[in-house]
């Protein structure tokens, strides 16, 4: 808890950048100075600048960007050799062939149950 009390210590890169701006720390924080602009005199009312809202990247530019991200994964992935693949393969469907028979077994075991009770 007594890490959320502390006060940030502003670092040399703000410290630079406030000096050379002519604001200090406590001229920054302070109410007055929030309602003062920069470069603008404390008794002079200027109409704020319209917000710089960043326009929405449209279907295409979201489409390329995919497609740029697709790309980097894909390069990521360690794919399998192509002795791998073909092992892989012929479990699966050797598997499939089984299952396949296993179930086509019981299905033919249930119909003839079901034929023998309703008959």
Excluded: C, H, Y
Excluded at 6 to 23: F, I, L, P, Q, W
């Amino acid at each position: 808890m007594a890490r959320l009390q502390k006060k940030k210590v502003s670092s040399d890169k703000t410290r630079k950048r406030e000096a050379s701006s002519g604001v200090s720390v406590n001229e920054k924080n302070s109410p007055a100075a929030s309602s003062v602009k920069a470069g603008q005199k404390r008794g002079e009312n200027r109409p704020a600048a319209a917000p710089v809202v960043p326009s929405d990247p449209n279907f295409i530019q979201k489409g390329l960007e995919f497609l740029r991200e697709v790309r980097v994964e894909l390069k990521k992935v360690t794919w399998p050799s192509r002795k791998q693949t073909a092992g892989s393969t012929l479990v699966v469907i050797i598997l499939v062939f089984i299952l396949g028979a296993f179930l086509g077994l019981v299905d033919i075991s249930l119909s003839k149950l079901v034929q023998i009770v309703l008959a």
